[in-house]
């Protein structure tokens, strides 16, 4: 990490609980640390909603009903996102509604 940056430098950091945001807290003021929450299902609804708008793409209600499930598992905003692109792209299986891969568990790390 560097001691110093310029004024005109502007850094966002992500991270879990544990060493990295220890450390984080150890050498920032408290007033330049935001604790993002878990994303809610609601926020993920109206998120995709307005990702379906923008791409003019429409998720089938089965999918919508996985993506959000999995969200409540995650609270992940990426989580939303990758299952809403793998959506888009056709990345299911022929299955029923199932993705080809399970995020969660991808996820499960971050």
């Avoid at 996985?66 to 969200?71: E, Q, R, S, T, Y």
Wanted: hydrophobic letters at 40%.
């Amino acid at each position: 990490m560097f001691e110093e940056l310029s004024q005109r430098v502007r850094l966002v950091v992500s991270c879990r609980p544990g060493e990295c945001l220890a450390k984080l807290r150890e050498r920032l003021p408290s007033q330049n640390m935001v604790v993002l929450e878990p994303m809610t299902v609601e926020e993920g609804w109206l998120l995709l909603a307005q990702w379906q708008a923008h791409t003019r793409h429409t998720l089938t209600a089965e999918q919508k009903n996985f993506i959000l499930k999995g969200l409540r598992g995650s609270g992940l905003p990426l989580y939303l996102k990758l299952m809403f692109d793998q959506a888009r792209r056709g990345g299911w299986s022929d299955e029923g509604m199932e993705p080809c891969i399970d995020l969660n568990d991808a996820l499960r790390g971050f």
